[in-house]
């Protein structure tokens, strides 16, 4: 029976009304105000208020732990369970955690405002989406911290500079990587001299490896084995396999991206009409499509028998508490080579989401539907984002294909 400390009572009544607003296990509900109570006493000892805490303290009281394997139900009394529960605790008290670092130096207040002025250029003049916009600041974090450990200014820089940063980056990225890494950094160069606090426009000045049109073969997978990971994933009923599974048949039936997945809520299913909506993650345009009998069953189904009790407008939900929306693509690629190791299905090439978009437009394909169509579904601005997968179609290719006369050589 754990020792009562009155004084830490009103931060553990806080705790266990979110364990019980968050529906964790028992685990959790018994193991981390062990290590809350832990730290609590610990800040006690100093006379440090819960509110002062950084994170160096965090970590200091971490390294004075001494863990041992203890017996009982939930045995877990590991570093890492312990900075959890000392996350969690301190998420509640703050609101946030950890912190959001202030930049303190010269230095890290003139990058800092760079950076910011950078990110409202990209949204109001160039209408970029939130995923180009972090690439972007990324980019120009790196180049000016790269820049300043080479006491190297911005309104100095030359292109053998930017030959030299280039080259540092590039040195264990592939070419594809290389020449994303240099388109991104063109726009930072951009912003840089439309500011004026580069003299020169050097963006024109800077290449990156060629990358010829429609030159990569997107990944694919057999339809019938598609058919054999929805089958099998059909065939678990935990909610787990409820949720996987209504999630693969959007994918296999939609062609959907994650981020549309993960973007789904509850009211973009109009169960009157038929119909489900779409917003597509890349190009910020949204669709209306039937809602087919396939999808619309294995949605009610997880609906009603594996989606847990939350507040989340999302339609699907992490499968353990805390009961929130999958915000992650490594959450859906784990998913995806999960069911596909169980039925015995390796992949070549990319992996992820998108394999299984590029399968069903090939399917399509196959089926004799315009590259307009196709595009629809997908969800494209132009055919020239959808020509990329007539590559794919090899089989109808060879079907067309002229024999050679004889005596000529391929």
Same mark, same amino acid.
């Given at each position: 029976?754990?020792?009562?400390?009155?004084?830490?009572?009103?931060?553990?009544?806080?705790?266990?009304?979110?364990?019980?607003?968050?529906?964790?296990?028992?685990?959790?509900?018994?193991?981390?105000?062990?290590?809350? =109570?832990?730290?609590?006493?610990?800040?006690?000892?100093?006379?440090?208020?819960?509110?002062?805490? &950084?994170?160096?303290?965090?970590?200091?009281?971490?390294?004075? %732990?001494?863990?041992?394997?203890?017996?009982?139900?939930?045995?877990?009394?590991?570093?890492?369970?312990?900075?959890?529960?000392?996350? *969690?605790?301190?998420?509640?008290?703050?609101?946030?955690?950890?912190?959001?670092?202030?930049?303190?130096?010269?230095?890290?207040?003139?990058?800092?405002?760079?950076?910011?002025?950078?990110?409202?250029? *990209?949204?109001?003049?160039?209408?970029?989406?939130?995923?180009?916009?972090? +690439?972007?600041?990324?980019?120009?974090? =790196?180049?000016?911290?790269?820049?300043?450990?080479?006491?190297?200014?911005?309104?100095?820089?030359?292109?053998?500079?930017?030959?030299?940063?280039?080259?540092?980056?590039?040195?264990?990225?592939?070419?594809?990587?290389?020449?994303? *890494?240099?388109? &991104?950094?063109?726009?930072?160069?951009?912003?840089?001299?439309?500011?004026?606090? *580069?003299?020169?426009? %050097?963006?024109?000045?800077?290449?990156?490896?060629?990358?010829?049109?429609?030159?990569?073969?997107p990944s694919t997978i057999r339809v019938e084995d598609v058919? =054999?990971?929805?089958?099998?994933?059909?065939?678990?009923?935990?909610?787990?396999?409820?949720?996987?599974?209504?999630?693969?048949?959007?994918?296999?039936?939609?062609?959907?991206?994650?981020?549309?997945?993960?973007?789904?809520?509850?009211?973009?299913?109009?169960?009157?009409?038929?119909?489900?909506?779409?917003?597509?993650?890349?190009?910020?345009?949204?669709?209306?499509?039937?809602? %087919?009998?396939?999808?619309?069953?294995?949605?009610?189904?997880?609906?009603?028998?594996?989606?847990?009790?939350?507040?989340?407008?999302?339609?699907?939900?992490?499968?353990?508490?805390?009961?929130?929306?999958? &915000?992650? +693509?490594?959450?859906? +690629?784990?998913?995806?080579?999960?069911?596909?190791?169980?039925?015995?299905?390796?992949?070549?090439?990319?992996?992820?989401?998108?394999?299984?978009?590029?399968?069903?437009?090939?399917?399509?394909?196959?089926?004799?539907?315009?590259?307009?169509?196709?595009?629809?579904?997908?969800?494209?601005?132009?055919?020239?984002?959808?020509?990329?997968?007539?590559?794919?179609?090899?089989?109808?290719?060879r079907s067309v294909a002229l024999d050679l006369p004889a005596?000529?050589?391929?």
């Amino acid at each position: 029976m754990p020792k009562s400390y009155p004084q830490f009572e009103p931060l553990l009544a806080q705790l266990r009304r979110h364990f019980r607003e968050e529906h964790y296990g028992h685990g959790t509900v018994w193991n981390y105000p062990v290590a809350v =109570r832990r730290f609590l006493r610990a800040l006690e000892r100093r006379g440090q208020a819960v509110e002062s805490v &950084t994170p160096a303290d965090v970590e200091r009281h971490l390294d004075s %732990l001494r863990l041992k394997q203890r017996r009982g139900p939930f045995p877990d009394h590991s570093r890492r369970m312990h900075r959890a529960a000392i996350r *969690m605790l301190l998420r509640l008290v703050h609101g946030s955690w950890p912190p959001e670092v202030v930049p303190t130096s010269p230095h890290e207040i003139t990058e800092c405002e760079i950076v910011t002025s950078y990110d409202t250029w *990209m949204t109001d003049l160039r209408g970029l989406a939130p995923s180009t916009r972090r +690439h972007g600041r990324a980019e120009a974090y =790196r180049l000016l911290g790269w820049l300043r450990e080479h006491d190297k200014a911005v309104s100095t820089v030359s292109v053998v500079d930017l030959d030299a940063y280039v080259r540092e980056r590039g040195a264990r990225q592939r070419r594809t990587s290389i020449a994303l *890494m240099v388109c &991104t950094l063109r726009g930072v160069l951009r912003y840089l001299h439309g500011s004026g606090r *580069m003299p020169v426009d %050097l963006a024109p000045e800077i290449s990156g490896p060629p990358i010829y049109a429609l030159e990569g073969i997107p990944s694919t997978i057999r339809v019938e084995d598609v058919r =054999r990971v929805l089958k099998a994933t059909r065939l678990d009923r935990s909610p787990l396999g409820r949720r996987d599974y209504a999630i693969l048949t959007l994918l296999a039936t939609y062609g959907l991206r994650g981020g549309e997945i993960m973007a789904l809520r509850l009211s973009d299913i109009d169960w009157r009409h038929e119909r489900i909506h779409i917003r597509h993650s890349k190009t910020g345009a949204h669709s209306a499509l039937p809602l %087919l009998r396939g999808p619309a069953d294995a949605l009610l189904d997880y609906l009603k028998y594996g989606r847990p009790e939350t507040k989340a407008r999302e339609v699907f939900i992490r499968a353990c508490a805390p009961y929130r929306a999958i &915000t992650a +693509h490594a959450a859906l +690629h784990l998913l995806l080579t999960r069911r596909l190791a169980a039925v015995g299905v390796a992949l070549t090439g990319k992996r992820g989401a998108h394999v299984l978009r590029h399968s069903r437009a090939v399917s399509l394909l196959r089926g004799g539907v315009s590259l307009k169509v196709i595009g629809d579904v997908l969800g494209h601005r132009s055919e020239q984002s959808t020509s990329p997968y007539l590559k794919l179609a090899t089989e109808d290719l060879r079907s067309v294909a002229l024999d050679l006369p004889a005596g000529v050589s391929p």
